[in-house]
């Protein structure tokens, strides 16, 4: 599809809107439908439309393998963290509430945080599986070359 | 009224929607109508009031599994479903079985939505009276994925990363498919 101009111009078009819609239902999560993971997925499905549209090499250049296997573990790592840091503070594990000085605020903070170490993980995920399947030679191609 | 005619309509079309993948035989035609029948789901979820499964239903079962199908199709050779040897007699009458003591089942479950049911007894009342008011968060769902069950969360968002690592150990190769290339 790289030589279609139609897809090629709706697809720069879509991109942004389809990722400002991730961090809509991230960051909205709290008061509508919607949290970390359904926005990491819809942040993974704007990569992949314009992975169709452009191909996988100029999305690789964009979104590298390597840094998404960092995103994908620091998302786990912050979660499992924040986890950590409020047993350190004196609470139980997972307890937000002790995050800032007053326990809503604190609760907030942690959700907030959760909801978007979720979204990290989610969308780097999808997007390494979706990559490792793109990429990975068709076995009977083998013997062309 | 109109709810039930909506319901009858959406099991309609999911009841047609599973005779038509049992039915056919082309694997793309199948992997599409697989994302029909998630989305007529999402639509059912919609109708009970569970915005966010719909949405998880919507985004994840209609969107991304359907492209992650399609990927596996692309890598694959053959694009059709071998045909059985065998008849299947015997699977039918243990589905038709199961099937129906399950049917039996529900005889004795609570009507959908009954607040006496032990469900809406236990501990539900006490997150819609305090989630607000302990967590800050309007929305009771994200309250208690987030806040009251998040060790639960934890354990989901490693359940994804665990695929994601099963994924890359099994068919990724090197680091990616283009150093994969070169090297051979």
């Known amino acids: 599809m ?3 101009l139609i897809l090629r111009v709706i697809a720069k078009y879509l991109f942004p809107v389809i ?8 960051f909205h999560g709290e008061y509508g439908p919607g ?3 359904q926005a990491g997925v819809i942040l993974s499905v704007a990569f992949i439309f314009y992975a169709l549209v452009f191909g996988m090499e100029t999305t690789e250049k964009v979104l590298p393998l390597k ?30 509430g002790l995050l800032l000085s007053s ?17 990290i993980t989610v969308s780097a995920v999808m997007l390494i599986i979706f990559y490792t399947f793109a990429n990975r030679r068709r076995p009977w191609e083998d013997h062309h070359d | 009224m109109i709810d039930t005619m909506i319901d009858i309509a959406l099991m309609a079309f999911l009841a047609i929607c599973a005779i038509a993948i049992i039915k056919t035989h082309n694997l793309f035609v199948i992997i599409m109508l697989f994302g029909i029948f998630s989305l007529h789901s999402a639509a059912l979820f919609v109708v009970m009031d569970a915005a966010d499964v ?13 492209v992650l199908m399609l990927t596996t199709l692309a890598l694959t050779k053959k694009h059709r479903e071998k045909k059985p040897v065998h008849r299947a007699r015997l699977p039918l009458l243990v589905v038709l079985i199961t099937g129906s003591a399950l049917v039996y089942g529900t005889y004795d479950m609570p009507s959908f939505g009954d607040p006496c049911s032990p469900a809406q007894q236990h501990i539900k009342p006490r997150y819609i009276e305090n989630s607000v008011a302990e967590t800050g968060a309007p929305n009771v769902v994200t309250a208690v994925l987030a806040s009251y069950r998040g060790y639960d969360t934890l354990g ?21 498919g283009r150093n994969n290339k070169e090297n051979r």
């Open chain 2, 156 to 176: 989901e968002v490693t359940v994804i990363f665990t695929a994601g690592i099963g994924v890359m150990l099994l068919i990724g190769g090197r680091f990616n």
């Open chain 1, 19 to 26: 990722a400002l819609f991730a961090f809509y239902v991230l």
């Open chain 1, 2 to 4: 790289k030589h279609d």
């Open chain 2, 54 to 66: 719909a949405f998880t239903e919507a985004a994840v079962g209609t969107g991304i599994s359907t």
């Open chain 1, 35 to 37: 949290g970390g993971f």
């Open chain 1, 103 to 119: 326990k809503a605020a604190g609760q907030q903070l942690g959700i907030l945080i959760i909801e978007l170490s979720v979204g």
């Open chain 1, 67 to 96: 840094v998404l296997r960092v995103l994908a573990s620091s998302g786990v790592l912050t979660y499992a963290g924040t986890g950590v840091a409020t047993l350190l503070m004196g609470g139980n594990f997972l307890d937000y």
